[in-house]
């Protein structure tokens, strides 16, 4: 939607959350539609299929051996990226990567990256050498609000039910063997998108919401609890506000991260 | 080999044909991968189409008419067509480096150019219309079955349209003609022809030839790809109504 | 004589033979070639036999395109003495539609307000939300008409506090007002339902 008609459309908006009322008929702390869908693209190592709502994000995993970085020699590398192209929504434009699109990348990424979900010690093949370098590719197809959310559950998703082949050391030279395993996956990070609008707050804002926030904040855990990662990406919120929202995508994430389980348990041979 | 193609290599196998003479597909000569079409499956794009065609996963926006930036850029007479073709970076059999390189860029060109004779632009003067092309899985022949997507695409975006546009691709592989190369066919085969026909028209829009065939063996493998083009051209006409009957 | 091609009702693709010329006028959405009317859209062949003409109902509403006569709303972004431009982003009439990329759109100052003008920046100011009737649309040159009362202003903030002005009724004259600063902005050309526009 036009941002102008947001101008418009914000009191409407506004007047109903002051209701606990929603635009699409949501309640505030209730999610849109998921569905995912593992193992839809048979080129990559791992993806996903994710449905939030009406926006649809693909997410693949590629595998590649590669240097380590110098200062993490006895570590795999973790590489995100993002590309909202614009066959997904109006607004896009081609190009090179631009502000929205890191962000997005950056904050997935540092959801795996600090909760240590991968293991990136044993994607070494020969230390300070060789090892896995794990790309994460998040291809936005369709914007409807919340893609960070829609493509951190791809990413997880598709690192769950992703397989390495065996790369073997055979008389100095790296062989890779047709015996595949699942990737070293010990926690899943499970972001939560907050928005705010008057001084109420709302979960998984779709495109219309996103258009009238005044504030919104993702905030990632893993399933001990902690929080991982947080990005405020627009506005300001009140201390007490924060307590709120973590509150709130605390439950959430426990909900979201059970489905996520439950769709990729028993993908393994 | 063209470096750039590099992210494409399959394994080169021994020879494309098993010993019962079939492909090693399983496919027979002239024998299509299997195909389907889904017509109007984007929320935001006035038009839009994925395709599955064997292992290619090929999904299409179609945006416009609508303004276009920079003012310049617009045709006083006619609507101007843009194609973007991309290939998402998890696509291929090595992880393809995002945007676009000089393969996509020409591809981009040649399926404009293969779109714009069904189209009549000259109803919308001084706007554009974009197609843009993502292809999210490849096996080989990605230009064509984005041609055949694209024209669903359009369609579906309520554009005055001439014809669809059905395209196949036909080549030569250990000697003998076939259609529809998958990858190691098109990698290691002789020759690759793609086409695109209009096919109520019977009016070729793109054609395009990477190796080497006799004039013979071009005009029987033109001809089987004409005649190809007409069994895709009822599957798109099948996904249409699909997407507007009642 | 006519068996062979598509009935009134009967769902086309692009490219279908609908009829000869001699049997039927071409109508919406065919094109015409080498003596033959075919469907240029898909939708239900219609053939009016009274008219002989033949066209094709279109099952969609796309191209969402301007037609004159329509209503539209749209943003003021730019203000030239004699004209204004407008972002134009929705059409009100004769159905509610979201452009999901708007079009530009220009008022002469003589089709802005039934009264003398001076200049543009008395009636408007730069983000003003204004409901227009399309008057002549020329590839993406698309000229706006505000003169009638139902047209004009439908939602403006203070050029001071940023706030949504209220309109105020004065000697039966719609004026607006700043509800913080009381400022009133008395030749603003405001329309009837000023405040009142949802786009939901």
């Known amino acids: 939607m036009s941002g102008i008609a947001a101008t418009l459309q914000k009191v409407y908006i506004r007047n109903l959350a002051e209701k606990n009322k929603r635009i699409d008929g949501r309640k505030l702390n209730q999610y849109r539609n998921l569905e995912i869908t593992p193992n839809f693209i048979s080129k990559a190592e791992g993806s996903a299929m994710v449905q939030l709502g009406k926006t649809k994000v693909l997410v693949g995993v590629k595998l590649d051996l590669g240097e380590p970085f110098k200062d993490t020699p ?21 190009g090179p990567p631009d502000e929205n699109s890191v962000e997005l990348a950056r904050f997935v990424d540092r959801g795996i990256r600090e909760s240590e979900a991968i293991n990136l010690s044993k994607l070494v093949v020969k230390e300070g050498e060789t090892v896995w370098i794990v790309f994460i590719d998040i291809h936005v197809l369709d914007h409807d609000g919340n893609l960070i959310d829609a493509s951190a559950y791809g990413a997880i998703t598709a690192l769950l039910t992703a397989k390495m082949p065996k790369a073997v050391i055979n008389e100095e030279k790296i062989e890779v063997i047709d015996e595949w395993a699942p990737l070293p996956i010990e926690r899943v990070p499970i972001p939560v998108t907050v928005g705010k609008i008057g001084d109420k707050l709302l979960i998984d804002p779709n495109l219309e919401e996103e258009n009238v926030l005044d504030a919104k ?33 605390e439950k959430k994430s426990k909900k979201i991260r059970e489905e996520i389980l439950e769709i990729t348990k028993g993908g393994d041979e | 080999m063209n470096e750039e193609m590099s992210y494409m290599l399959e394994k080169k196998p021994e020879k494309l044909f098993r010993d019962d003479g079939k492909r090693l597909s399983g496919r027979d000569l002239f024998e299509l991968r299997p195909i389907k079409m889904k017509v109007g499956i984007l929320e935001n794009a006035d038009g839009s189409a994925f395709i599955e065609w064997g292992k290619n996963k090929i999904i299409v926006a179609v945006y416009g008419p609508r303004e276009i930036h920079p003012k310049h850029m617009a045709i006083p007479t006619q609507a101007r067509l843009r194609c973007r073709y991309n290939m998402a970076a998890f696509s291929t059999s090595e992880r393809k480096k995002p945007g676009p390189d000089r393969r996509s860029i020409e591809l981009s060109k040649v399926i404009r150019e293969a779109l714009v004779p069904a189209l009549l632009l000259e109803k919308f003067p001084k706007t554009v219309i974009d197609v843009f092309i993502e292809v999210l899985e490849s096996e080989g022949g990605t230009r064509v079955a984005s041609i055949t997507a694209a024209s669903l695409a359009l369609a579906d975006s309520g554009l005055p349209m001439k014809d669809l546009v059905t395209a196949v691709a036909a080549g030569k592989i250990d000697g003998k003609i076939v259609l529809d190369l998958d990858s190691a066919e098109d990698m290691y085969g002789e020759a690759d022809l793609p086409i695109a026909i209009m096919p109520r028209r019977k009016e070729i829009t793109l054609i395009q030839m990477d190796g080497k065939m006799t004039p013979q063996e071009l005009r029987l493998a033109l001809g089987k790809a004409i005649e190809a083009c007409q069994q895709i051209y009822e599957m798109q006409k099948r996904a249409l109504l699909e997407r507007y009957k009642i | ?85 407008v972002k134009i982003f929705a059409k009100l009439k004769p159905k509610k539609t979201l452009f999901k990329t708007p079009f530009t759109g220009e008022i002469y100052i003589a089709n802005a307000k039934r009264e003398f003008l001076e200049t543009m920046s008395q009636a408007f100011t730069v983000g003003d939300i204004i409901k227009c009737k399309v008057s002549k649309v020329t590839g993406y040159l698309i000229a706006l008409d ?55």
């Open chain 1, 74 to 94: 006895d570590k795999g590398v973790l590489i995100t990226n993002a590309e909202l192209v614009p066959l997904a929504s109006p607004e896009f434009e081609p």
């Open chain 1, 217 to 249: 904040i993702c905030i990632t855990f893993e399933e001990e609890g902690n929080i991982c990662a947080i990005q405020k990406v627009m506005g300001l919120f009140t201390e007490r506000e924060i307590e709120e929202a973590i509150s709130l995508a």
């Open chain 3, 1 to 85: 004589m006519l068996k062979k091609y598509p009935k009134t009702g009967e769902l086309v693709i692009p490219g279908e033979k609908l009829s000869p010329l001699e049997v039927f006028m071409p109508g919406e959405n065919v094109y015409v070639e080498d003596g033959f009317i075919y469907a240029a859209k898909i939708g239900n062949v219609l053939q009016d036999l009274k008219k002989r003409k033949v066209w094709v109902y279109s099952r969609t509403d796309k191209p969402a395109l301007l037609k004159p006569g329509e209503i539209v709303l749209g943003q003021v972004t730019q203000i030239k003495d004699k004209s204004l431009t």
């Open chain 3, 146 to 200: 505000t003169k009638d009362p139902d047209l004009g202003i439908v939602y403006s903030r203070c050029t001071k506090c940023y706030i949504p002005l209220k309109a105020v009724t004065i000697k039966r004259k719609q004026i607006l007002q700043c509800p913080k600063c009381k400022i009133i902005y008395p030749n603003k050309k405001v329309a009837r339902d000023y405040g009142k526009i949802i786009l939901h």
